[in-house]
């Protein structure tokens, strides 16, 4: 149930002639009341006698009975209340009921002392219903209104459960201002798939990914086809932004402009600004690098990089303050932009999904202590300089190697919300872990298919050699790991390891040390992507065939084994 306070107005009679109208686009079906201040108002909706002029007039007697110099300027108010589209449909006295706890918990009625204002509640469409109130108490008092949002979405959680409907997690104000009806009617009115502030916000905060300066800023923008105009000061500072969409027009034929405050809170100057931290007084910390090469090693590289910043990210998020965590969570956000952004087609759709639901969890009332973040600032920034990466060969397996641990960093992400009570930003997360989730199967289907045949090669003896390996470094979840099918996955991928001068035995003891594998749905993933992403293996071996009958390849110049990074557990339990 969600329940919007809407601007106040100063005409009754013009918002009750759009609510007993056809509306803009013919919505509005068979409009009535359901509930009154008196239990016996006039209904112009059903009762063809009365005109929506006798309504006006009663609605307003109070006001007019209050000298003119006191009353309020903006004297008419009004909360829409909707359900969710998989709610049941109410019946015309459940939405009464609603209406009169509304009402009452807003200040605007008070039962009690019958001393509340004039109000009505008209229903014109199945799923929702307007109240109308004029503000001015039956005592000639005002209304207190003090908080009347807060107090609304109070009232809506306890109804929810009372009426048995889907429960809503509560706000706490920090969210991105949802799209007003005349937006999304303007939208589909255009064909859009989503309205133009929907739009305009993800574009800016795909822009802003790894950006290090107001220039770079400003030309991705322009770059991504958005009309800009920058607000100065009077000393002529840069102090603001707004963009439009070159085909959004208002009724005069010229474009709408959304400032970035009201786009995202996060999403004004001042606070794009804060990414731009360049030293941190304790820790030392470098700023970005403005002048990172146009491709730095290539799509492959960035998300070897990627994936890398987000499994230390994980780490901190578990082990630091909220304050630094809470800059982790913000770039991990950037990450999941420039991800989706350079992301080939098969995988494009579910990351613009991810990192449409993970905006919702990238802000809360922790307020970041940002320049502590700097690696997966980085991440993102190589990713977006990286170019767009093809679905296959590196660039496809290393995506899956990216999605794979920025799932672990997500629910990482999830659960520190949910320890600290931020509902909505905890079930944005686990949003966005389940596209990640989709994401990933698109794109490790074939790294890991060859993988597999690879491993099917083997010959017995290898087979029967790293199944002794895994039972002696992973002794309690060895039979676990070699009955599942990506068992020959994970024996490609420790021969490989070897191959390259690695103990197989140190790695997998390493890697799974410092985590628990026990609820991982695939352990043998898991494994798979930490031990090459570790050893500095390729993502993608098709076309390397190792010998069927075990023996030895030739060995390479010695080096010393790999540290391997140590990490969350699987991204499917």
């Not at 009754?12 to 002639?17: D, E, Q, S």
């Amino acid at each position: 149930m969600i329940p919007r306070i809407q601007k106040r107005g100063q005409r009754t009679i013009g918002l009750l002639y759009y609510l007993y109208g056809p509306g803009k686009y013919e919505e509005h079906i068979d409009p009535h009341l359901v509930a009154s201040w008196d239990h016996n108002a006039p209904d112009p909706g059903r009762d063809r006698s009365v005109t929506l002029q006798q309504l006006q007039q009663l609605l307003d007697q109070p006001v007019e009975n209050i000298d003119r110099a006191l009353r309020p300027k903006k004297h008419v108010w009004h909360l829409s209340v909707r359900n969710g589209a998989e709610d049941r449909i109410l019946t015309d006295e459940e939405w009464g009921e609603v209406a009169r706890r509304m009402a009452a918990a807003a200040g605007i009625d008070n039962p009690e002392q019958d001393a509340g204002c004039r109000w009505v509640a008209v229903r014109h469409a199945a799923d929702h219903i307007h109240i109308v109130s004029t503000l001015a108490r039956e005592d000639g008092y005002k209304p207190d209104l003090n908080h009347d949002a807060a107090r609304v979405q109070s009232e809506a959680r306890s109804l929810e459960v009372e009426l048995g409907l889907r429960r809503l997690n509560k706000g706490d104000g920090t969210a991105a201002q949802r799209p007003t009806s005349a937006e999304r009617h303007k939208a589909k009115r255009q064909g859009r798939v989503c309205t133009a502030r929907e739009e305009l916000r993800e574009t800016v905060r795909r822009a802003v990914a790894g950006a290090t300066s107001e220039e770079e800023f400003f030309d991705r923008l322009a770059a991504a086809g958005l009309l800009l105009r920058k607000r100065l000061a009077p000393s002529g500072d840069l102090i603001g932004y707004k963009v439009a969409l070159p085909d959004d027009h208002n009724k005069d034929d010229d474009p709408v402009f959304y400032p970035g405050a009201r786009l995202a809170p996060d999403l004004s100057l001042p606070r794009i600004r804060e990414r731009w931290a360049t030293h941190i007084q304790d820790q030392g910390t470098a700023p970005l690098d403005p002048l990172v090469r146009t491709a730095p090693n290539g799509p492959a590289a960035a998300r070897r990089r990627a994936a890398s910043a987000a499994w230390h990210a994980v780490l901190v998020i578990e082990q630091t303050n909220d304050a630094v965590t809470a800059a982790y969570i913000a770039a991990a956000g950037e990450v999941l932009d420039a991800l989706a952004k350079t992301s080939a087609a098969h995988t494009r759709h579910e990351l613009r999904n991810a990192a449409f639901a993970f905006e919702r969890a990238s802000r809360s009332h922790v307020r970041a202590k940002r320049g502590h973040d700097r690696a997966l600032r980085q991440a993102a920034r190589d990713l977006i300089h990286g170019g767009p990466a093809l679905g296959r060969g590196e660039d496809g397996a290393t995506t899956a190697m990216a999605i794979d641990m920025l799932f672990f960093l997500i629910t990482a992400t999830a659960h520190w919300h949910a320890k600290n009570n931020h509902d909505q930003q905890a079930a944005a997360a686990r949003q966005a872990a389940e596209h990640l989730r989709a994401a990933y199967q698109a794109a490790a289907a074939q790294p890991l298919g060859a993988l597999y045949q690879r491993g099917r090669r083997l010959g017995r003896p290898l087979l029967q050699q790293q199944a002794a390996v895994v039972r002696e470094a992973l002794p309690e979840l060895a039979e676990q790991i070699l009955a599942e099918p990506g068992w020959y996955a994970l024996a490609a991928t420790l021969t490989d390891a070897e191959n390259a001068d690695h103990s197989p035995a140190m790695l997998l003891t390493v890697t799974a040390g410092e985590r628990e594998l026990e609820s991982a749905e695939s352990v043998t993933d898991v494994l798979v992507w930490r031990l090459r992403q570790a050893a500095d293996l390729p993502a993608d071996t098709t076309g390397l065939w190792p010998q069927e009958n075990g023996a030895r390849q030739p060995r390479r110049r010695a080096r010393r084994p790999a540290q391997p990074r140590t990490g969350p557990r699987s991204h499917s339990q």
